[in-house]
């Protein structure tokens, strides 16, 4: 079958890339071959935007074990202990069909971390939706928390954090990412066909007409009005093949049974069968009259390019065929020898004894088009830089708190989280709601902690600090827990690649991301990059999102932000800026506005905040890092976590110094005897400490004004809940 | 001799590994058992863990009484040998009709992962002879469908009998009488929805969970010891 002129345009493919395919096979493509470029050349494949900007990052450290390009990044975090860490996004199916776009989000990125022989062991979710006053944004939460509920807990894997970010920008482009920790068991796998003679079995679930062009008509291009009638490119998950395809893959790799192993996710067969082979310099002869289905009459590119889930490719040794059949059938998960590698640098798929595709993987896989797109920082941008954020004082102070508080950014998530499975494999030492989640690695004493924080105004006002303020606010999060961080994978969400100012966007947020991460020592081990969320033209605030991972020295203690003791003191870590309200959740909340520039950054600061929380572990009881909603919003949630009340004693706290967000700053606490531990602490790392009063009461009071706990509890734990539950009837 | 404890997988269970890491931090000597054995090897307790047994498809519980396993268990069960249904095991118990009633969706139509306070009904029972009545004891639940349902009438004639042995402090789930727990005439079934294995270190937030398992085990000491 030949192809028509337009059919690329199609397929998301443009007159260039068509003439680009021609080139290199020196001929008109086949229709599978042209559907298998389609797929594989699309944005969300192949970096194709991106590529020229990612390479700048820094991703070499001491504890890097794999670094971008594999299906995980590999980090030591004790000697001899590695974990898989990575973050992905299901932006765009998640908007037209919530459930399913969610939950597969899930399944695809427990399968990355499988790829690398790592036995997935803990998920974080951070999500962007719309105003909560919206009806359909209520429908978009439900389903998409309902989706990772569902998925997540069925395969056992706890859901132990993440984030629910409320913004106008995101209503027509909820951002759905989703971060997975594995621990390798046994021996670390690589996504590479080595060895001609070897076969390629395909395990797990059937393949079927689900997810056509998912990566290149979805998620490779904006909405429109005809969104929703993209279902179809939508996967339908089923996690109780994907719990089954856990199991059977890690006994396969640790009774040694693979040669190479990798998930099918975006792109279906035509990916693992192009980059497995083109990493290893082979080539692979596939059968797919051998591919089980789950329908007939399958057109040979949808076999092709089919993103049906809970599947992967092992590449095995012929002689260990039976023994791989054997373990996946004990299982009950189908599997079949679909091809063999070859030792040409072909793909060749036959289908009913005619070849019908014949290409070089690497022009698949690696020989993808590379855009340096056109980028130019946009004129809008000094027009609201340079308007100044409101600072008039509000009528009153403590009815500011309150509205502030019950913000949906601020309130508890827990609406969100008590969804989840988040305790099971016993390791959760702390889970939702924290500055960081822990967790103790299993049948091991060595613990980890992840976080995932992503500041989409201020990235709106300025890309390339937001991104440094996104990192450095994953670190600060890490450090109050009492772990070192190590290293960032990341989501980074943004508009159109084909507009300049959102490449411009997007090359400022690179910059900002890899010069914090060299600043810290805290590598980029990998990523996602998810372009094209607009919808009509509208894109939603750059968002990268940093997911942050550090680990524990044996001696140091886990920290929450709690308040623990009556009596104890409360010291404010850091210096204020009262100037430092651009972005900020007091000033969309109380005026209404995104203007100005963000928090002002100084990443040694930054550094010597770190280097405290350390150095004064032993002597914290609790600590807890400002952000969003300043000083204010973190004595307030340190006292309703540890269910205790506290007193102020500075009376110079106004609304500026209580809702600014500098940055580099935290709320410790320590019993009345290591104040002075805590001050010499704070002198050695060259940070401002200051104490600003005492741990107990049933009241929080700040001073100027207080309120009872539990008045502000209900508030605090209402505001999501009351709105979500009022929707969904 | 330690105890032997039989933990029984079936495919989508998966709170398998965290019951086995815990019986054997208790002193006991845990084995996985696959559901598709039609007999058990030498165990003293049968444990049928939390999870998604074959999916969980049609009705939680509904395929996995079919598994060859069960009819084994039940054996072990006529013999007076213990079984322990944890969340999805208690859901498989009364789909296989070793425990009455049934277990419907929660009441607020809601997966919930919480912990939660129970009061112990009755301690003078192999499950909960480590607790004293009226005890309140602190253990995560983690279910969609853990609203048990019964005729009235068999209500009445469990509570008469003393095989409600837990009960929620603030009912979570729609719970007929606020049951989170409940034995067999006999007592030597148990059914109950949290999970005592989450509960069995205070680094984790209790250790009331060892309350439940390890009463299990003294009641197999002083079996032996009689």
């Known amino acids: ?729 | 001799m330690s105890a032997r404890v039989g933990i029984v997988v079936f495919p989508g269970s998966n709170c398998e590994q965290d019951c086995e890491k815990v019986f054997r931090d208790l002193g006991a000597e845990p084995m996985m058992v696959w559901h598709a054995e039609d007999a058990l090897p030498d165990v003293d307790i049968v444990v049928l863990p939390g999870g998604f047994a074959h999916g969980d498809y049609l009705r939680t519980g509904a395929l996995a009484r079919f598994s060859p396993i069960m009819s084994a268990v039940q054996k072990h069960s006529d013999a007076g040998g213990l079984t322990i249904g944890i969340c999805n095991g208690f859901q498989v118990l009364c789909e296989a009709g070793m425990l009455p009633g049934a277990l419907r969706k929660n009441a607020g139509l809601k997966f919930l992962c919480k912990w939660v306070d129970l009061t112990v009904d009755n301690a003078d029972t192999p499950f909960t002879s480590r607790a004293e009545p009226g005890r309140v004891i602190r253990i995560p639940i983690n279910h969609f469908e853990g609203n048990w349902y019964c005729e009235p009438a068999v209500l009445d004639d469990l509570k008469a009998n003393g095989q409600i042995v837990l009960r929620y402090a603030d009912n979570p789930n729609g719970s007929l009488d606020s049951v989170a727990g409940l034995a067999n005439e006999n007592f030597t079934v148990f059914g109950l929805m949290p999970h005592p294995e989450r509960a069995c270190e205070s680094i984790l937030g209790s250790e009331d969970g060892a309350l439940i398992l390890g009463s299990m085990l003294d009641h197999l000491t002083a079996k032996a010891g009689v």
């Open chain 1, 1 to 729: 079958m030949t192809t028509t002129a337009s059919l690329h345009r199609e397929l998301g493919l443009t007159d260039d890339e068509f003439e680009q395919i021609r080139d290199r096979l020196g001929r008109e493509p086949s229709y599978t071959e042209l559907a298998m470029f389609s797929v594989m050349w699309s944005e969300h494949c192949s970096y194709k935007s991106s590529r020229v900007h990612l390479k700048k990052l820094p991703t070499e450290g001491p504890n890097i074990l794999v670094g971008p390009g594999e299906g995980a990044g590999i980090i030591e975090v004790a000697p001899g202990v590695a974990v898989a860490w990575k973050a992905e996004s299901h932006n765009h199916p998640s908007f037209v069909e919530p459930f399913n776009g969610a939950a597969t989000g899930v399944g695809g990125i427990v399968r990355d971390i499988l790829s690398m022989g790592a036995r997935p062991i803990a998920l974080m979710d951070p999500l962007r939706f719309g105003s909560l006053d919206d009806a359909r944004t209520r429908y978009l939460v439900d389903g998409v928390v309902h989706g990772i509920s569902s998925y997540g807990n069925s395969i056992g894997v706890p859901t132990v954090g993440g984030e629910a970010v409320f913004e106008e920008c995101y209503a027509e482009n909820p951002l759905v990412n989703v971060a997975c920790l594995g621990v390798i068991e046994d021996k670390l796998m690589h996504g590479r066909a080595e060895g001609p003679g070897n076969i390629a079995i395909l395990i797990g679930s059937r393949t079927g007409r689900d997810g056509i062009g998912g990566a290149s008509v979805l998620a490779s291009a904006e909405f429109d009005e005809t969104s929703e009638e993209k279902r179809p490119s939508v996967q339908v998950g089923d996690p109780f093949s994907e719990k089954l395809l856990i199991e059977a893959c890690l006994e396969l790799i640790s009774s040694g049974l693979l040669v190479g192993l990798q998930d099918l996710g975006a792109g279906g067969i035509s990916c693992p069968t192009s980059e497995m082979t083109s990493k290893a310099g082979t080539g692979m002869r596939v059968d797919i009259d051998h591919v089980h289905r789950r329908e007939p009459g399958m057109e040979p590119f949808e076999v092709m390019i089919s993103e049906s889930q809970e599947r992967m490719l092992a590449v095995v040794e012929p002689a260990r065929r039976d023994e791989v059949l054997e373990v996946c059938a004990r299982w009950g998960i189908d599997a079949n020898v679909i091809g063999e590698v070859i030792s040409s640098d072909r793909l060749e798929i036959v289908s009913e004894g005619e070849v019908v595709a014949d290409v070089p993987a690497a022009a698949l896989a690696e020989e993808g088009p590379i855009y340096d797109r056109p980028l130019a920082r946009p004129g809008w941008i000094d027009e609201v830089q340079s308007k100044l954020p409101t600072t008039t004082p509000p009528a009153s102070l403590a009815d500011a708190f309150m509205r502030v508080l019950s913000s949906p950014n601020i309130a508890s998530k827990r609406w969100i989280w008590e969804q989840y499975d988040h305790m099971i494999f016993l390791g959760t030492l702390q889970g939702p709601g924290g500055d960081a989640a822990v967790i103790r690695l299993p049948d091991s004493d060595v613990r980890v902690a992840i976080t995932t924080d992503g500041p989409g105004r201020y990235c709106y006002l300025d890309p390339y600090e937001g991104a440094r303020l996104a990192v450095a606010e994953a670190a600060r999060n890490i450090a109050c827990v009492g772990a070192k961080p190590l290293a960032i994978t990341n989501c980074l969400n943004l508009g159109n690649p084909e507009k300049e100012d959102v490449m411009w966007q997007f090359s400022e947020v690179i910059r900002g991301m890899g010069d914090a991460c060299t600043a810290l020592a805290t590598p980029v081990t990998g990523g996602n990059v998810s372009f094209y969320n607009e919808t009509k033209g509208r894109a939603i605030y750059p968002t990268p999102v940093i997911g942050m991972l550090g680990a524990f020295a044996p001696e140091a203690e886990v920290r929450g932000l709690g308040f623990i003791g009556e009596g104890d003191v409360i010291v404010l870590v850091g210096e204020t800026d009262p100037s430092d309200l651009g972005g900020s959740e007091y000033s969309k909340v109380i005026h209404a506005e995104v203007v100005g520039t963000p928090p002002k950054l100084d990443l040694e600061a930054e550094k010597a905040l770190l280097a405290f929380l350390a150095g004064a572990n032993a002597t914290i009881r609790s600590a807890h890092d400002l952000s969003a909603g300043g000083l204010a919003v973190a004595l307030a949630e340190a006292a309703l976590a540890g269910g205790v009340g506290f007193a102020l004693e500075v009376d110079d706290l106004d609304h500026l110094a209580l809702f600014s967000e500098s940055p580099s700053r935290a709320v410790v606490t320590c019993a009345a005897a290591g104040e002075a531990a805590i001050f010499a602490a704070a002198e050695r790392a060259g940070v401002v400490a200051r104490r600003i009063g005492v741990v107990g009461g049933p009241n929080m009071r700040f001073g100027a004004f207080e309120t009872a706990l539990d008045e502000a509890r209900s508030t605090y734990e209402g505001a999501l809940s009351e709105s979500l539950s009022s929707s969904i009837k």
